[in-house]
């Protein structure tokens, strides 16, 4: 394909075309390096582009939820640590008065 046709619809039919044609999931190694470029400005990581072409199942929102419970672990985690922090805190403080 020439350059000027590597618009996002194209790039799309050209890996719907390639999954087709070999029954399987296309790979980077199938296209061109400008091609390849082509379909991961548009699309970004490579399996998101076979996503949104439906070639592979749309995963966005387990993707979502795992990072909203790394978030809350990593909060949880934090607030773990300030409340053991502040209780040392206190320990120190109790035991400097006495």
Sequence with gaps: MAEN?????????ML???YKQL???PKKSDFTVEEVAAVKSYFGP???????CGILPDR???REAAKL???IAAKRRQTQYKL???GRLKEQTDDKKQ
């Design 5 to 13: 046709d590597l618009t996002k619809e194209n790039c799309m039919e």
């Design 16 to 18: 719907r075309a390639t």
């Design 23 to 25: 029954e399987r999931y």
């Design 46 to 52: 490579w399996p998101r582009a076979l996503e949104a």
């Design 60 to 62: 966005s929102a387990e």
């Design 69 to 71: 419970q790394k978030r």
């Design 84 to 86: 053991e922090r502040q």
